[in-house]
T-cell receptor, first 114, second 118 residues
Framework: KNQVEQSPQSLIILEGKNCTLQ??????????LRWYKQDTGRGPVSLTI?????NTKSNGRYTATLDADTKQSSLHITASQLSDSASYIC?????????????FGTGTQLKVEL | NAGVMQNPRHLVRRRGQEARLRCSPM?????VYWYRQLPEEGLKFMVY????????ESGMPKERFSAEFPKEGPSILRIQQVVRGDSAAYFC????????????????FGDGTRLSIL
C-alpha cells in the first residue's frame, strides 16, 4: 500500500528562523514528489515538483531535496515569515492513473510566531 | 486568470438528501481530479476525469457517489442519499493536457467545498 509519512506533525518557530520538514514515502513505482502549502480553509498550492533524476529544487525561500534511494525528501524554509504559517504537505505520484494519481501525507502544521 | 473555481464553498444537507459539488477547471485545463479530506487526515484521491471520460475512479465509493465532466460546463461530483460519514472537505484540482513526461503535470487546486451532514 502506498504511504507518505511526514514529520514533525507540528512545529512552532520564531519569525526569521529556518526550519526543515521531513517526508518518507513507500510509493511504487515512483514518478515524482511534490510539496504543497495549504493555508487554513484554502486549497493546496504547489511549491515544487521533483522527478527521479532531480535531487534539489528551489522556489524562493523554499528548497526541497529528494533522495530516491532512501525514499526521503525534505523541505527547507529559510528566513521564515508569519505568512509561512500553514500546513505543508508531501505528495507522491506513482505514475498510475494516467500518471496523475497522487498519494498525500497528512502534513506538517507550521506556526511562525513573533 | 481565474483559478479552479468550486461551488458552493459550504453545503449543508440532511441525511438522505443529495449533494452536488461543482468544479470549473482553469482555462485550458482538460483534466479534473476530485479529492476528499477528512478532519486530521490527508487528501484522498477519488476520481480522475477528462472531458466526457472517467479515466480512473478507483478511489470513489462504489455506491452513492458519481462524477462527470461534460463537454460543456463544470465537473460535477454527486453524492446521493448522504450519510454523516460523508461530511468532509471535497477538493477539485485541474491540470493542462499532457506535456513531456507522463505524470509530471502540476495540479492546481480549488479552495474546496465543505460538506456538512446534519
Amino acid at each position: 500500500k502506498n504511504q507518505v509519512e511526514q514529520s514533525p506533525q507540528s512545529l512552532i518557530i520564531l519569525e526569521g528562523k529556518n526550519c526543515t520538514l521531513q517526508c518518507n514515502y513507500t510509493v511504487s513505482p515512483f514518478s515524482n514528489l511534490r510539496w504543497y502549502k495549504q493555508d487554513t480553509g484554502r486549497g493546496p498550492v504547489s511549491l515544487t515538483i521533483m522527478t527521479f533524476s532531480e535531487n534539489t529544487k528551489s522556489n524562493g525561500r523554499y528548497t526541497a531535496t529528494l533522495d530516491a534511494d532512501t525514499k526521503q525528501s525534505s523541505l527547507h524554509i529559510t528566513a521564515s515569515q508569519l505568512s509561512d504559517s500553514a500546513s505543508y504537505i508531501c505528495v507522491v505520484s506513482d505514475g498510475t492513473g494516467g500518471g496523475n494519481k497522487l498519494t498525500f501525507g497528512t502534513g506538517t502544521q507550521l506556526k511562525v510566531e513573533l | 486568470n481565474a483559478g479552479v473555481m468550486q461551488n458552493p464553498r459550504h453545503l449543508v444537507r440532511r441525511r438522505g438528501q443529495e449533494a452536488r459539488l461543482r468544479c470549473s477547471p482553469m482555462k485550458g485545463h482538460s483534466h479534473v481530479y476530485w479529492y476528499r479530506q477528512l478532519p486530521e487526515e490527508g487528501l484522498k484521491f477519488m476520481v480522475y476525469l477528462q472531458k466526457e471520460n472517467i479515466i480512473d475512479e478507483s478511489g470513489m465509493p462504489k455506491e452513492r457517489f458519481s462524477a462527470e465532466f461534460p463537454k460543456e460546463g463544470p465537473s460535477i461530483l454527486r453524492i446521493q442519499q448522504v450519510v454523516r460519514g460523508d461530511s468532509a472537505a471535497y477538493f477539485c484540482a485541474s491540470s493542462p493536457p499532457q506535456q513531456g513526461a507522463v505524470g509530471n503535470q502540476p495540479q492546481h487546486f480549488g479552495d474546496g467545498t465543505r460538506l456538512s451532514i446534519l
